[in-house]
């Protein structure tokens, strides 16, 4: 597959590169759907060794079991019959910030089989085509995960976005980085809320997608290092006129901190546009610390807000 096809199974996460063959991604929870008619096998080609590459692989929306890299190929065997799969990407060993710096790159995807591989996302341009649900945030967002004893792990796929948007049947879109805000406070300073919004790298254009919902975590993180109510109140302020310059014609969900921090400041600035929703998470006891909350409160995240979308 040469870029415009592989576009055409990966998720927005994925951009294409501008010099050479491949398509490049910058965050954990970035995945390639698509459909298969028969038995076969599909193998993705790394343009580097990404050390202890995992990915999860969905079939027809079941989580079916972690694959791991071999070097710079990754092989996925398809099953006989008509089956809708999804590979995500979990983690490898790297840091964020050199994630973002350098990215993951699959340089050639190959497909042999009795069936026929469909795209199964939605067509840039086509009519009629299920808009995106949109989630923006920072490690909760990405999916990042108390599992076991484990309190970093990244599960994308058990994470409270990829939970909604398979309940109410539509598309994913994730922009979402771990340790990230909306100040100075924020232990992450790259990237930056507003710099996620439009690249996957420091060079490189994220795609545009249709999307009319925009969900919105941030603020945690700014609360916990020590933000200031006006600071606070001015990212915001900067970041919300980013959102509607980027996403036009979407209503946005602004979920407050879930340790009910700057409630007052989310309701205050989301006054000034008729786009936005704030919803007060504060009650939904959702425990971030000392650990990322674990699986069990990703499903209650979901459940909250399936009501509410």
Not at 159 to 186: E, H, K, M, V, W
């Amino acid at each position: 597959m040469k870029e415009k096809e592989l576009l055409t199974i990966a998720s927005p996460e994925w951009s294409a590169l501008q010099e050479e063959d491949g398509i490049r991604c910058s965050q954990y929870g970035a995945y390639l759907a698509f459909a298969s008619s028969g038995a076969g096998q599909l193998s993705l080609f790394f343009d580097d060794d990404y050390p202890d590459m995992a990915w999860t692989l969905t079939v027809d929306g079941q989580d079916e079991k972690e694959l791991l890299a071999d070097g710079r190929e990754l092989t996925v065997f398809l099953e006989a019959g008509q089956h809708d799969y999804q590979l995500t990407l979990d983690q490898w060993a790297t840091g964020q910030v050199a994630f973002w710096q350098n990215g993951l790159t699959i340089s050639q995807v190959s497909y042999t089989g009795a069936g026929e591989l469909t795209a199964t996302l939605p067509s840039e341009g086509k009519a009629g085509e299920r808009p995106y649900l949109t989630f923006v945030g920072d490690s909760i967002v990405a999916g990042e995960a108390m599992v076991g004893v484990e309190h970093d792990r990244h599960r994308p796929t058990q994470s409270f976005p990829a939970l909604l948007a398979r309940q109410l049947d539509r598309p994913l879109n994730r922009i979402a980085y771990g340790g990230t805000g909306l100040t100075t406070s924020a232990p992450f300073q790259e990237p930056k809320a507003i710099d996620a919004l439009w690249r996957v790298g420091k060079d490189l254009p994220r795609r545009r997608v249709q999307t009319d919902q925009v969900v919105v975590a941030y603020g945690l993180n700014d609360a916990n290092y020590g933000a200031s109510a006006e600071d606070f109140a001015f990212g915001l302020r900067v970041y919300l006129l980013e959102l509607v310059k980027r996403f036009h014609q979407a209503h946005f969900y602004l979920l407050t901190p879930w340790n009910g921090k700057f409630q007052d400041i989310f309701k205050e600035e989301a006054a000034r546009f008729d786009c936005f929703t704030v919803i007060d998470t504060s009650d939904w006891q959702i425990q971030t610390r000392p650990h990322h909350p674990g699986l069990a409160d990703h499903e209650k995240i979901a459940k909250h807000l399936a009501g509410i979308l």
